[in-house]
């Protein structure tokens, strides 16, 4: 098994396998001044189909994880938004000729969501607090845009 220690998000770290979406920087005040709008968070990179928006009630999960499986989607990217407040586990890896290279694993705040990158391998949805439900905006169409990879050796994530 190997060892992988889990680093808190930040939209630098992450940049090579999509977005982190959070308040922070230029906003407009709107609802008469009652409301703060970040404008354009996420690119949707969506392939023959179209976005849809989907809920997700996944299980919390405890650390350490164990994740032996990695997946991509080549057709679309996917959004993950907490619902409730929620902190969750993203392990995600670069594509290395086909199948996933080194791992990195991150834990999302509950003020956090990410927009996981059209053919960045990663792991299931791991929520390891709040109320596992989320909203999840990604492509919906005909064709396969699911591919699973089974790691060779597990890898034991811990925060």
Same mark, same amino acid.
């Given at each position: ?9 930040? @939209?630098?770290?992450? @940049?090579?396998?999509?977005? $982190? ?6 906003? $407009? ?5 009652a ?10 990179? %969506? ?6 928006? /989907? ?12 994740? !032996? ?6 057709? !679309? /990217? #996917?959004?993950?938004?907490?619902? #409730?407040? =929620?902190?969750?586990l993203? %392990?995600? =890896? ?6 996933? !290279? ?8 509950? &003020? #956090? ?8 391998? &990663?792991?299931?949805?791991?929520p390891? @607090? !709040?109320?596992?439900?989320?909203? $999840? %905006?990604?492509? %919906? ?7 699973? &990879?089974?790691?060779?050796r ?6």
């Open positions: 098994m190997t060892d992988l220690r889990a680093q808190p998000l930040t @939209a630098a770290a992450f @940049a090579p396998f999509g977005e $982190v979406i959070e308040t922070g920087g230029p906003f $407009v005040t709107i609802n008469e001044g409301c703060r709008r970040y404008t354009d968070l996420a690119r949707f990179d %969506i392939v023959d189909g179209r976005h849809g928006l /989907s809920l997700f009630a996944a299980e919390i999960r405890a650390l350490p994880y164990e994740c !032996g499986l990695l997946e991509r989607h080549p057709l !679309g /990217s #996917q959004c993950f938004i907490p619902m #409730q407040g =929620a902190r969750f993203i %392990i995600v =890896a670069p594509d290395e000729g086909g199948a996933p !290279g080194t791992p990195v694993a991150f834990v999302a705040e509950d &003020h #956090q969501s990410v927009n996981i990158a059209r053919n960045t391998w &990663h792991g299931v949805l791991c390891i @607090a !709040g109320s596992g439900l989320f909203a $999840v %905006i990604d492509r %919906i169409g005909e064709g396969g845009n699911l591919e699973e &990879h089974r790691l060779g597990p890898i034991r994530v811990t925060a």
